[in-house]
């Protein structure tokens, strides 16, 4: 193969924020300063936003560009990409905040981030087992030292751990699975895998598809796979949960698409009752036990397993109209989400023995903070799908898709975990007006930057959902 520099253009990306990843360790070896490697971060991760607007404009006819075999890039590619690196972004905003009453050392936090952004963006990239693996456990490993990174503090070097050996235990399926595929089909190239005649000569490939689903429907936190969840969200700090809740998410839905919509039926025809059951376990699941939820943390931990059963309709639809409404879903979930879990980072910081995640602590924000609780609000109607925000929009493609390939079992699931989750979200806007023995935080503890983060999301979330079209036109660029 004749490598030369057009040849790696497409991973522009990803280099960029290597090269990010490697200047913030010679800064932290050089000299301990929290500032720098922040405004290297950020500077970092905005590059490669940049350069992926210039290989869009630089790409004409806009065919996948494969890269050594491993990597395919094309408009999907960047488009999730683009979520990623925005979620990374917000997510490094809100660590600056947060860490700012840490006493030990701040600095390595940024470093476990962009590698775990290097991670998601070969992860979403991938197109051979070799990279699926690579860019999963690239992802995966940094998260553990996140999670865990506040070690001192109520719950997080315990939440490490649990995450760190169920994950493992995943990436055991995954290996094992890809074995598997590998002993009957004799490759591991997903072209190779989508255009073998072999799949339909024995069963060894759809027990190995069945394994890498499963390890998937871990990373996802899909009932009955998601016991990890709320222990691990509650344990790790606010800004890092963000990154759970969106950045793995993203890049791991990204690889999903890849192998149930482009691999042959022969291997996932049978996959696809199972999906349906996951998808609506993970809707039930999800929604009842919110709704005992008193930690809001937890309750978004629940709420998010509740909003990948959403998402996963149109993955058992199917089709390339399935693909659009994956992506405007994901915009919208990754937007809702960044605001609600950096609420909660507005308020905490990480000095102090836990984050004020009880929904009790926001009882009378709105009149501590009305701006800040008027936008949580608003984030809260965004994820409870109420018309005028992002959230409806996505469930309104979600329920349309469904309407189209005549999911009716799941259409019914989503009607009814939208009606159940709308109580528990209701609860939480209830306590940030309530007038009750609110619990008596100082004004000047909540973080002004951070606070003003949550607004722009909030903003966000009725921008699209008043008016779509600009988000619907990027969608359809990029995608």
Request: glycine share 8%; hydrophobic share 55%.
């Amino acid at each position: 193969m004749n490598l030369t520099f057009a040849t790696f253009l497409p991973m522009l990306p990803i280099i960029v924020v290597s090269i990010t990843t490697v200047l913030v360790m010679l800064a932290v070896a050089i000299k301990r300063n929290h500032s720098v490697s922040f405004w290297i971060t950020i500077f970092g991760l905005l590059a490669s936003l940049v350069s992926i607007h210039f290989l869009d404009a630089f790409s004409g006819d806009q065919t996948p560009t494969p890269v050594t075999g491993l990597l395919l890039f094309d408009r999907f590619v960047y488009f999730y990409s683009v979520l990623i690196i925005f979620a990374a972004l917000v997510c490094a905003l809100l660590l600056r905040n947060f860490m700012q009453t840490y006493n030990n050392n701040r600095e390595e936090i940024y470093m476990l981030l962009l590698i775990a952004v290097v991670g998601a963006l070969v992860l979403v990239a991938s197109s051979h087992m070799a990279s699926f693996f690579i860019g999963l456990e690239l992802l995966s490993v940094p998260v553990y030292g996140l999670v865990a990174y506040t070690c001192e503090r109520n719950r997080s070097l315990e939440a490490g751990i649990k995450y760190l050996v169920l994950s493992a235990a995943a990436s055991a399926f995954m290996l094992f699975g890809m074995a598997l595929i590998y002993a009957q089909i004799g490759t591991l190239s997903f072209v190779g895998i989508s255009k073998s005649t072999l799949v339909a000569d024995g069963y060894l490939a759809g027990f190995g598809m069945a394994m890498i689903a499963i390890a998937l429907c871990f990373k996802l936190s899909l009932a009955p796979f998601h016991l990890w969840t709320p222990d691990v969200y509650q344990g790790a700090s606010a800004p890092v949960g963000a990154l759970l809740a969106t950045v793995s998410k993203i890049a791991v839905i990204a690889m999903l698409i890849r192998l149930v919509l482009q691999a042959p039926a022969e291997l996932t025809h049978f996959l696809q009752p199972i999906l349906v059951v996951i998808a609506i376990a993970s809707i039930a699941v999800g929604n009842f036990l919110a709704l005992t939820q008193n930690n809001l943390k937890r309750l978004l931990a629940y709420s998010s397993i509740a909003h990948m059963g959403y998402l996963f309709i149109p993955i058992v639809a199917g089709g390339e109209v399935a693909v659009d409404t994956i992506n405007v879903y994901l915009l919208t979930y990754v937007v809702t989400t960044l605001g609600a879990f950096g609420a909660i980072s507005a308020l905490s910081k990480a000095g102090e023995a836990g984050d004020r995640e009880e929904i009790n602590d926001l009882r009378g924000l709105f009149w501590r903070n009305p701006y800040l609780a008027c936008a949580m609000a608003f984030i809260m109607l965004s994820l409870a799908g109420i018309p005028l925000t992002a959230g409806f929009i996505g469930k309104f493609y979600i329920f349309m898709t469904g309407v189209n390939t005549n999911s009716w079992v799941l259409l019914v699931a989503l009607i009814v975990g939208s009606g159940i989750g709308l109580y528990y979200y209701l609860r939480v806007m209830l306590s940030l007006f309530s007038k009750g023995d609110a619990t008596d935080h100082a004004e000047s503890s909540i973080s002004s930057s951070s606070s003003l983060l949550v607004i722009l999301m909030a903003v966000l979330v009725l921008w699209i959902g008043v008016y779509p079209q600009p988000a619907l036109e990027f969608i359809a660029s990029l995608g």
